[in-house]
Nanobody, 122 residues
Framework: QVQVVESGGGLVQAGGSLRLSCVVS????????VAWHRQAPGKQRELVAS???????NYADSVKGRFTISRDNAKNTVYLEMNSLKPEDTAVYYC????????????????WGQGTQVTVSS
């Protein structure tokens, strides 16, 4: 069993900042990548940022320069620092953890958290 728990969401004014946390626990054998996604009402879930096992990061164009993804391997925790928040950033933010074993040849194995609400007011 792998558990993924997000926290840190809340209500913030435009221009403010929030830090989201994604804590991974349970039977963890391998983590290849961790990604933050978000979903606003009436919209598709979109990829916001990801960090690969080697430390490389990627960001959606809409958040480049404003959001930073980082990790603390000792705590099995990934963070998403969000700065200069805009009302358009309002969404439920989800953490996705890829734990596909290196020997697994039938696609990927990943795990989703329950999400944390971020609301940015103007």
């Amino acid at each position: 069993q792998v558990q993924v728990v997000e926290s840190g969401g809340g209500l913030v004014q435009a221009g403010g900042s929030l830090r989201l946390s994604c804590v991974v626990s349970g039977n963890i054998y391998n983590i290849n990548a961790v990604a933050w996604h978000r979903q606003a009402p009436g919209k598709q879930r979109e990829l916001v940022a990801s960090i690969i096992s080697g430390g490389r990061t990627n960001y959606a164009d809409s958040v480049k320069g404003r959001f930073t993804i980082s990790r603390d391997n000792a705590k099995n925790t990934v963070y998403l620092e969000m700065n200069s928040l805009k009302p358009e950033d309002t969404a439920v933010y989800y953490c996705n953890v890829d734990t596909t074993p290196i020997w697994y040849n039938s696609g990927t194995i990943d795990h989703w958290g329950q999400g944390t609400q971020v609301t940015v007011s103007s």
